[in-house]
């Protein structure tokens, strides 16, 4: 019985598939989790939902914002980019089946293991001043909405980049914003919890007065073991405290996952090597 993280597949089936073979996955005795952006820019994105369906609970996925971006798509409240390639879900005919499964998935997931360890995990990143407990707590408020009748409405007010930091007092749709933000886009931020949306550098080279968003001071889930995507330039990252797992498939990377052993310190790296499906950023 084994424990996986992956990180973005981004509409890769064929890695997506190659990589479970490598790591021998089976949907019977293991538990896979995936880190978000299923969908989008890969050529296979329609396989992948419906493997991860096929796959039942063994696989547990969260949502990124490629993710949304299919789903806002498809209720007609945002045009196709010259890079999307999701029209083969839009036009399937199973499509119906495919948008429910995906609404019903969370913004952010905690495995507690049988040695009371835990593990976070999220798309993109958690804001310095939220806790474990307060990330999960905002992240199924979400959720709640996107499984409700009101899902049309909040996905029309989702985008936006204000506010830019969180505050406990913010309501309605500028309250959802910045934790949809948090979880799904945010690299960098100020010490103080500022988000920035504008720079995708490697944490290496920060832009000024901005610092990687795990790297915030007093940041409150530093005691927490946190597997995160959505940072290809970051690439793998492996901290005590810190897994980062999008190694840029769709870029011509390689698609990754961690197997944890008998502690999540415990950890060996799975990866396959992926055909370009995109040009360079």
């Known amino acids: 019985m084994s424990l996986y993280c992956i990180g973005?597949?981004?509409?890769?089936?064929?890695?997506?598939?190659?990589?479970?073979?490598v790591m021998?996955?089976?949907?019977?005795?293991?538990?896979?989790?995936?880190?978000?952006?299923?969908?989008?820019?890969?050529?296979e994105s329609l396989q992948v939902l419906r493997r991860c369906m096929a796959l039942g609970d063994a696989v547990r996925p969260l949502?990124?914002?490629?993710?949304?971006?299919?789903?806002?798509?498809?209720?007609g409240l945002r045009h196709a980019g010259k890079r999307d390639t999701l029209q083969p879900?839009?036009?399937?005919p199973d499509r119906a089946q495919l948008l429910d499964w995906l609404r019903q998935q969370p913004l952010a997931r905690l495995h507690t293991t049988a040695r009371g360890e835990r593990l976070l995990m999220v798309h993109a990143g958690v804001l310095p001043a939220w806790s474990t407990e307060k990330t999960l707590a905002l992240?199924?408020?979400?959720?709640?909405?996107?499984?409700g009748n009101e899902l049309p409405a909040f996905l029309a007010t989702m985008y936006g980049n204000t506010p830019d930091a969180w505050s406990d007092e913010l309501e309605g749709p500028d309250r959802l914003r910045v934790i949809v933000n948090a979880l799904t886009r945010l690299r960098f931020c100020t010490p103080e919890g500022h988000m920035d949306f504008a720079s995708t550098e490697s944490a290496s080279t920060p832009p000024?007065?901005?610092?990687?968003?795990?790297?915030?001071?007093?940041?409150?889930t530093a005691g927490t073991l946190v597997a995160f995507g959505h940072w290809?330039?970051?690439?793998?990252?492996?901290?005590?405290?810190?897994?980062?797992?999008?190694?840029?498939?769709?870029?011509?990377?390689?698609?990754s996952a961690v197997r944890f052993g008998d502690s999540l310190?415990?950890?060996?790296?799975?990866?396959?090597?992926?055909?370009?499906?995109?040009?360079?950023k």
């Open 208 to 220: 000024a007065g901005l610092l990687p968003w795990f790297d915030a001071p007093a940041r409150q």
């Open 89 to 92: 879900i839009l036009l399937a």
């Open 24 to 43: 021998d996955f089976s949907p019977s005795r293991d538990t896979l989790y995936l880190l978000g952006d299923l969908v989008n820019r890969g050529p």
């Open 63 to 75: 949502l990124g914002n490629h993710d949304l971006h299919l789903l806002t798509a498809a209720h």
């Open 232 to 255: 290809s330039t970051l690439g793998h990252l492996d901290r005590p405290d810190l897994i980062g797992l999008d190694t840029g498939c769709v870029w011509g990377g390689c698609l």
């Open 265 to 280: 310190q415990q950890r060996e790296l799975l990866q396959v090597h992926c055909k370009q499906q995109q040009p360079l």
């Open 139 to 147: 992240a199924e408020e979400v959720q709640a909405v996107l499984r």
């Open 8 to 21: 973005d597949i981004q509409g890769c089936d064929d890695a997506f598939g190659r990589l479970l073979e």
